[in-house]
Structure formats: C-alpha cells, structure tokens
C-alpha cells in the first residue's frame, strides 16, 4: 500500500472555526490532489500540488485554502467552516502527475460541519 | 471547466448480467483512469487509458477510450457480487496537471 495517511480521520466542527485537514506521503511523490466526495458528485477537486510551494486551485476551491512546505506533507484549510463544507476529504498522491500514472488516495477524513 | 459525466449513476443487477458504464465530457484529455471505490475506503485505479480508440481487457472487464479522447466506457461481462462498488473515471486535461474525476456510478451485484 502507498504510504499516504491522513489526519484526522474523523472531525466534527462547529460553524465558523477554522480546521485543517493533513495528508502525510513517505512516497517521495511530487503531486497532491485535494477533493471532496458528496453523494451524486464523485469527486471533486478543491486545489493540488505540483511541488514544495507549488499549488493550484481545483473546481471547488471557494472557502478552502491549502500549503505545502516539505514534500510529504499537503495540508487543507478551512478559514471558516460552514455547514455546505460538510463532506469526506480525499488525498491522493501522484508519481509524475495525472497523465498516465496513478493516484493513490488515502482512507479520507469525514468532516462534520454542525 | 472540464467536467466528466458518468451514466447510469446507479445501477442494480443481478449476478451473470452484462453491464456497460459510460464516461462523457465535452472536452479532450490526454488520458483516461478507471477507479473502484469500496465503502470507507479510498479508490483504486483499475485501468488507463491513453490513446484515442484504445481497448482494454482486465479479465472481466473492457475499457475504450472513444477515438476523440473525449468519452470512454467499461463493460463488465458476467458480473459478480464482487464487482459491487462505485466506479469513477477520471481524466488527465491536455494541458493541465489537474486529475478531474467523473460523477461516478454506484453499482450493486445481487446473488
């Protein structure tokens, strides 16, 4: 299995408080993928990373935030949560990018936004 | 934006039958992944596909990429119980490094 952990696995929030979301990689792998998963959307892409400092925005990336400063590690913030942030959040890693190679996603973390 | 239309987005069948789960998108993509989800768990990539009319086979299933890079299909022969999950494609832009995932299909094989 690709070394991809991500904390916390669980998280229930109050409106308006700030949370962030980690994705740990031992992979060494230069790409990041954030996304939520809701029911009849798949999955959706909030912002990635192409390397150290390097970051993008997705398709949803209003509200959220995020920073990459080692290579391992691909942190998502929520500046001020709110109830429409209520989801589970996939991480996903990738070797050389999305042409070709594969992602490899960790278990999610199911964030409860009350 | 580009964006990935799966159909059916559910599908109930019964163990033995034939199914075919579509990928749609207006836009091109210069290849094109196959995942399967499992409750509580992340997905993993079954098949990609990276030229335009490009089949194929992993044991039971068969994937096309259309010729236009732009739609792409898995066909599941004989399904089993084992099968049940949701399916998702997933596409690599032409000129981005962002991984767009389809709507998905949730599909479940009866005994």
């Known amino acids: 299995d690709a070394g991809i952990t991500q904390s916390p696995r669980h998280k229930v929030t109050e409106t308006g408080t700030p949370v962030t979301l980690r994705c740990h990689q031992t992979?060494?792998?230069?790409?990041m993928y954030w996304y939520r998963q809701d029911p009849g959307h798949g999955l959706r892409l909030i912002h990635y990373?192409?390397?150290?400092?390097?970051?993008d925005k997705g398709e949803v990336s209003d509200g959220y935030s995020v920073s990459r400063s080692k290579t391992e590690d691909f942190l998502l913030t929520l500046e001020s949560a709110t109830s429409s942030q209520t989801s589970v959040y996939f991480c996903?890693?990738?070797?050389?990018?999305?042409?070709?190679?594969?992602?490899?996603f960790g278990q999610g973390t199911r964030l409860t936004v009350v | 934006t580009q964006l990935l239309e799966q159909s059916p987005q559910f599908l109930s069948i019964q163990e033995g039958e034939n199914l075919t789960v579509y990928c749609n998108s207006s836009?091109?993509?210069?290849?094109l992944q196959w995942y399967r989800q499992e409750p509580g768990e992340g997905p993993v990539l079954l098949v990609t596909?990276?030229?335009?009319?490009e089949v194929k086979k992993l044991k039971r299933l068969t994937f096309q990429f259309g010729d236009a890079r732009k739609d792409s299909s898995l066909h599941i022969t004989a399904a089993q119980p084992g099968d049940t999950g949701l399916y998702l494609c997933?596409?690599?832009?032409?000129?981005?490094?962002?991984?767009?995932f389809g709507t998905g299909t949730r599909l479940q094989v009866f005994p």
């Open positions: 836009s091109v993509f210069s290849s």
């Open positions: 990373s192409y390397g150290v400092k390097d970051t």
């Open positions: 596909v990276v030229t335009g009319g």
């Open positions: 996903a890693i990738s070797e050389s990018g999305p042409r070709g190679t594969e992602a490899f």
């Open positions: 992979e060494n792998h230069r790409y």
């Open positions: 997933a596409g690599a832009g032409v000129n981005t490094d962002k991984l767009i």
